[in-house]
């Protein structure tokens, strides 16, 4: 059975960091496409980080650049997102999806098959 758990979420005060974690059970991380999603309240989904099983490329979003870092640790089977230098508008659920067939990761919630329950970050100012 496919699972991803999310960890790490919290409360956090406005420029500082923290680490989420998405562990995988039931399949190896390192055959999927992974990514690392967002949805605040009343908003879409949106699209933080995403790194391929294929080549290994990476993609991240444009508010997040330069402050985010998504990494891999295939003997953990499990995917990190570093967040640094935190904002407000960090605020969200954070979601861990996977999918076998994705495997560029094209960054887009659709193309995603598991998804994880989500962690929250939340960020004071």
């Known amino acids: 059975q496919v699972q991803l758990v999310e960890s790490g979420g919290g409360l956090v005060q406005s420029g500082g960091s923290l680490r989420l974690s998405c562990e995988a059970s039931?399949?190896?991380?390192?055959?999927?496409?992974i990514g690392w999603f967002r949805q605040a309240p009343g908003k879409e989904r949106e699209a933080v980080s995403c790194i391929s099983s294929y080549d290994g490329s990476i993609y991240y979003g444009d508010s997040v650049r330069d402050r985010f870092t998504i990494s891999r640790d295939a003997q953990k089977n499990t995917v990190y997102l570093q967040l640094n230098n935190l904002k407000p508008e960090d605020t969200a659920a954070y979601y861990c999806?996977?999918?076998?067939?994705?495997?560029?990761?094209?960054?887009?919630?659709?193309?995603?098959?598991?998804w994880g329950q989500g962690t929250q970050v939340t960020v004071s100012s």
């Open positions: 039931g399949f190896s991380l390192a055959n999927y496409g």
């Open positions: 999806a996977a999918d076998q067939m994705n495997i560029q990761a094209e960054c887009v919630p659709r193309l995603f098959a598991a």
